[in-house]
């Protein structure tokens, strides 16, 4: 059962507002019920947010947590007057008082990008999801130069959701290439990830764990047998370790970790966000 329900209301997509909200729960011991509220732009649609988290505290007999990333005071206004929830405006928390240390006024813009057709970033950050998902899983050795970072690593080991999060997250064009047998065999890289080598992160995985993951996928097949799960790793490994790529092991690290740490190590020259 969730202890208390928590509202992340927002006139943009409400991400900003529930990754925040999410940071700030994540440090108490609760399961909360997550309700997101985007594109509340209106007096109107606040009025029935209003009506939205004031009900669920009737119900609950507890008040409602709402994080709010609200730029339309009209709005804000409503929900501030009418809300019977605890209140967390992250703007107003920290736009307002940087508005008075830094002598400039904020954009007070909607999401995050206030016209996508006019935003540098916004394109770019397409190209690089689109980048990726053409170099997924070594579908294309073209323009791999134009890479910013090429992951590599055994099959099922969390190359494809960490390319994809640092195109969405960062813009930045990632290329993945899964190492096989063949390569094993051989005791070398790719041939076309070599002219690549100082672009290159290994990620690796404990045989166990890979297992259990491939199993999901192909059920009591070689692929995913412990036995060859150990093998790959370990060739894998050995050969990462011989031309000097570094890597880190997916087992017990969240995508957002795994992101983090290549991008210390990386330290692409082109980042957004």
């Known amino acids: 059962m969730h202890t208390r329900t928590v509202f992340f209301v927002s006139d943009g997509t409400g991400i900003t507002a529930e990754t925040f909200g999410n ?75 940087l508005e008075e240390e830094l002598g400039i006024k904020s954009h007070h813009r909607v999401g995050r990008f206030s016209d996508v057709s006019r935003s540098k970033e916004y ?67 790719p041939p076309a990830l070599v002219p690549h080598r100082a672009k290159i992160f290994g990620l690796t995985i404990q045989p166990e764990r890979l297992s259990e993951i491939r199993n999901e996928r192909r059920p009591g097949s070689k692929y995913a047998d412990l036995a060859n799960c150990r093998h790959e790793v370990a060739e894998a490994e050995a050969m990462m370790r011989r031309s000097g790529i570094r890597w880190l092991s997916t087992t017990t690290k969240s995508i957002e970790e795994i992101a983090t740490t290549i991008l210390q190590e990386i330290r692409p020259e082109r980042l957004v966000y």
């Open 23 to 97: 940071a700030i729960l994540a440090q108490f011991e609760m399961k909360p019920r997550h309700v997101r509220l985007p594109f509340i732009d209106s007096v109107d649609k606040a009025h029935q947010t209003v009506r939205q988290i004031n009900h669920t505290a009737e119900m609950e007999g507890k008040k409602p947590i709402v994080f709010t990333t609200l730029v339309n005071m009209e709005v804000l206004k409503v929900i501030q007057e009418g809300c019977k929830g605890m209140l967390l405006d992250m703007f107003g928390t920290f736009v307002h008082p």
């Open 123 to 189: 394109t770019d950050r397409i190209e690089a999801i689109n980048f990726s998902l053409a170099h997924d899983d070594g579908q294309s050795n073209r323009d791999l130069a134009g890479a910013d970072v090429i992951l590599v690593g055994v099959s099922r080991s969390g190359k494809t959701p960490t390319s994809l999060y640092l195109a969405m997250q960062c813009g930045l064009k990632a290329a993945n290439y899964p190492l096989i047998p063949e390569d094993f065999e051989r005791r070398q890289l």
